[in-house]
Each structure stands twice: as C-alpha cells, then as structure tokens.
C-alpha cells in the first residue's frame, strides 16, 4: 500500500515512521518498515509533542491502543495498512478525528485474505506468518463490540465497494473471549461482564 497520495492531500497528518528519533531508527525510515516498537514510539512523539488538538490526541491515543489489541490476532502488515488507511481518509478530508473507522477495520481485517493470525497452542504474536483459512474466519460486527449495534442476532452485511459483493455474517458474540478462550461469550468486548477485558 502506498501511503502518501500527496496530489490530493487537504489536510496533511504526522505520521509515526517520521517521528521516531533518529538514535532509535534510521532517518529513512518507511512506514511499512515499522516494528511494533518503532511504531508506538512515533505514535507517542505525536500523541506527546504539544502539536496536536485535545480531539486528535485522544483519538490517536484510542488508535493506538485499538492497534496494540489488534496486533495480537492480526498480521502486522494488515495492522500497518489499517492505520495508513485511516490516517489517508483525514489526509483526504474524507473522515476526521474522532469519526468512528469501524467499517475500514472490518474491511481491512476480516475481509482481506491473510490478514488473521493462525490459531495453535502457541501464544500468537506480532509476525506470525501463518493465517487462519478464510473457511475458519468468525468475523464480529464491530458496532456490537462498541456497544452500538441494535441487532440481538447475527446479521449480514454486504459492503459497497468490496470488488467481490461479498455478504458477510457478522457474529454478535464477544471478539476477545473467542479469540482469548475460543469460547462464545454473548456480550460485547466492551462489556464491564466481560472476563478478557483488563
């Protein structure tokens, strides 16, 4: 993915790989070449700078954080493409900070092959190579995990722009207790019932 369309860009934003200092990276730094390390560093230097407004700050504080649950169950790549994917939209004038992304993480997440990390009975981590089969895939409806979703079933969800008109169920069941237990657990992540939630 490249990450900068600088013809069209209204409304330039920091970004992580440019704002890790140089004793901890080198000045060429690529954004795809980012580690997990070098890309909560540049997101700090940001969040902490004083050169951002009160809404960005808090809004790429949740971001990152959103990013560090992610990077447990995802590839990083697909990880680095989401947040590029995002940071592009402001760039664009096409969102904003603070706008809800649920629809880019599902998108990016679970419908892109190769993006979910393999389940086994090792711990999983940051640059596993090994992706579940599309076959094996549980994709949650991510308004349900943010307490948004009013449906009280699994639904379906056919996204404009997807090449494929692929139709997608959307589990309303707990994303961290499956992905943590592999157990079903009815109640959004964000649930204070929630056992995986710390």
Sequence with gaps: MEVKVTDRVLFPQLWPHNEVENEFAL????????TLRLFVLGEL??????????IEQSSRLLLLKTMLYYAGNYSW???LDLYAAILQKIELGKANWGDSFDRLEHMILTMRPNSVLAKSGKKRGVGSSQNVNDSDRVLFCAPYQKGNCNLSQSHTTAWKGDPNNQVTVNHIICAKCLLNTGKKAYHPDTSPDCPQRK
């Excluded at 230097?45 to 009160?54: A, F």
């Design 45 to 54: 230097e940001i969040i902490t700078s004083g050169n951002v407004s009160e």
């Design 27 to 34: 000045s060429s730094l690529k954004f795809k070449d980012l």
């Design 77 to 79: 790549a697909s990880i």
